[in-house]
């Protein structure tokens, strides 16, 4: 029975870990459980789940949580305190961690110091902190397992290979919803139109970020961490079946890939399992019906924020985390309705422009940076 917790349990990924541990029950154990603010759904994943632990995020939806679930055995905790006591609970073996934003590098390095391992589907916390997190994980020996598709895919398409093989890694993007755009189209664009998804079902923020091809450059930067690979390795691919999630083209040209149809379910169960893996429901690649893959280069000129944020890549540093914070408040100010679609490229320009580079920044400069990015934004 693995001992598991999970930041950010509400979210889309957050239920899908809970999806499969409710197929797996007699191997998989919720042991702690983080939200934000869906307090309904965190006290009904507490009552099915009955973790040890439950981290709310404001002191008085702590209170309110409290007297909902004073009938079971949950510790009810709150903030960012609470956040890390449930991080190195010492019964838990592995910590999921779904939570969106940068709020999850401080409990990640504080679970990595106790010695949990780490599924991964937090991108903020490599791409602000993997000159951190990543010597951290070699010195506690522990596990990082990816959960994004496209990291997963490259991960199972390394299995086996040495790293001095690799030549290339190929890093799949579906194009989200405006895929064939040009900029003048873009002008006038709302939320609801972002929010269409081709291919994916994933939480809002993340579908605004396929919309303008920042999550692709978030994940070049996540995959440079994840398997020590120069920039210049790494090859960005418009591929609208999102079947094939990404692959590794190998220094004697074989290219190794992982298919699938479009499914978080997967990366977050062979995560769990890992190396195992186990029988899953669900659709299956039908190539006779699929007949085709097709492949595109990206637009950055049209995508300007994943032009942005490969120059961020490049820059290094404390610069992703400027392009990463200006990209999360952009993203809000455009679900709120506050600014135009093509404005969120704008204002992370507006802030990297106004950064400069710190080369090894430490958590406490990466959380102040991350708050001057947020500042000049709004």
Known sequence: MKKIGV???????????????????????IVALAAGRSIDLLEEQIREFHPKVAVIWSEEDGRDLRQRVKDTDTRILTGMEGLLEMSTLPEMEMLVTAIVGMIGIRPTIAAIEAGKDIALANKETLVTAGHIIMPLIREKKVRLLPVDSEHSAIFQSLNGERHDTIEKILLTASGGPF??????????????????????????????????????ALEVMEVKWLFDVPLEQIQ???????????????????VIAQLGVPDMKLPIQYALFYPDRRPMDGKRVDFFALQQLTFEQPDPETFLGFKLGLQAAKAGGSMPTVFNAANEEAVALFLDHKIEFL?????????????????DPTVDQILEAEKEAREIVR
């Open 7 to 29: 930041l950010g349990s509400t979210g889309s990924i957050g239920r899908q870990t809970l999806e499969i541990v409710r197929n797996y029950k007699e191997d998989l154990e």
């Open 236 to 254: 960005v691919l418009i591929h609208p079946q999102s079947i094939i999630h990404s692959a590794v083209q190998y220094h004697d040209g074989a």
């Open 343 to 359: 404005e969120i490229p704008e204002r992370i320009a507006r802030a990297m422009e106004q950064h400069t580079v710190i080369p």
């Open 179 to 216: 895929r064939g755009k040009k900029k003048e189209d873009l002008k006038g664009m709302k939320a609801e139109d972002a929010l269409k998804h081709p291919n994916w079902s994933m939480g809002r923020k993340i579908t605004i970020d396929s919309a303008t091809l920042c999550n692709k």
